[in-house]
């Protein structure tokens, strides 16, 4: 995903869906281009889902990391 330019939802959505390895920088790095993403959609609630989720990956809390991404997933395929 390049900087600056809009995502539609179907993309973001293949993007979050392969966040699954990589360290941690990779993976952070990877969640504020989504959060970011997110808001050029319009979609604050979804960018603070993410945020959420990034912070509960540096926490080590998989669980609610897992079902930050999911609740974002869930919500961008409405918006296709």
Same mark, same amino acid.
């Given at each position: 995903? #390049?900087? !600056?330019?809009?995502? *539609?939802? !179907?993309?973001?959505? *293949?993007?979050?869906? =392969? @966040?699954?390895? !990589?360290? +941690?920088? $990779?993976?952070? =790095?990877?969640?504020?281009? #989504? &959060? =970011?993403?997110? +808001?050029? +959609? !319009?979609?604050?609630?979804? #960018? $603070?889902? @993410?945020?959420? #989720?990034?912070?509960?990956?540096?926490?080590?809390?998989?669980?609610?990391?897992?079902?930050?991404?999911?609740?974002?997933?869930? &919500?961008?395929?409405?918006?296709?």
């Amino acid at each position: 995903m #390049a900087k !600056g330019s809009t995502t *539609a939802p !179907g993309q973001l959505i *293949a993007f979050l869906n =392969a @966040l699954s390895f !990589g360290d +941690l920088d $990779a993976i952070s =790095a990877k969640l504020d281009e #989504a &959060r =970011a993403s997110c +808001l050029d +959609l !319009g979609q604050p609630e979804l #960018a $603070a889902k @993410l945020e959420e #989720a990034s912070s509960a990956l540096r926490t080590a809390d998989l669980k609610t990391y897992r079902r930050n991404i999911e609740t974002v997933v869930s &919500r961008l395929g409405h918006l296709k």
